[in-house]
């Protein structure tokens, strides 16, 4: 498996943010259903969101968020920054090395 931080960047007003934060969360469901996401939430200040989630590739993580209604209404922008987690709590160890 592959980790990343998704940085969300709000590039509309604060309003449409938070009319579409509903859908947004549902959307965010599916990814913690499936394993993909661990955590998420906002920034602070409020400009954008923070995810850390995985999946076998950029490729695939990707295209999972491509169905986020911040994307799909364009109030938002998203970086996908792959990193390996080497040292992390031991709660954390069936997330991250589990195989899906």
């Known amino acids: 498996m592959k980790h ?9 007003p604060i309003e449409k943010i ?3 934060r509903p859908s947004h969360r549902s959307f965010l469901q599916i990814g913690y259903d499936i394993g993909f ?3 998420s ?5 409020m400009t954008g969101g923070i995810i ?15 169905k986020d209604p911040y994307l ?7 970086e996908f920054i792959e990193f390996d ?10 997330w991250i090395n589990k195989e899906r």
Do not use: M, W
């Open 4 to 12: 990343f931080v998704i940085s969300v960047t709000y590039t509309a």
């Open 18 to 20: 938070e009319e579409i």
């Open 37 to 39: 996401i661990l955590c």
């Open 41 to 45: 939430g906002p920034r602070n200040p």
């Open 52 to 66: 850390i989630a995985r999946s076998e590739s950029k490729e695939e993580i990707e295209l999972l968020f491509q």
């Open 72 to 78: 799909t209404n364009k109030l938002a922008d998203y």
């Open 85 to 94: 987690p080497v040292k992390h709590q031991d709660f954390l160890s069936d």
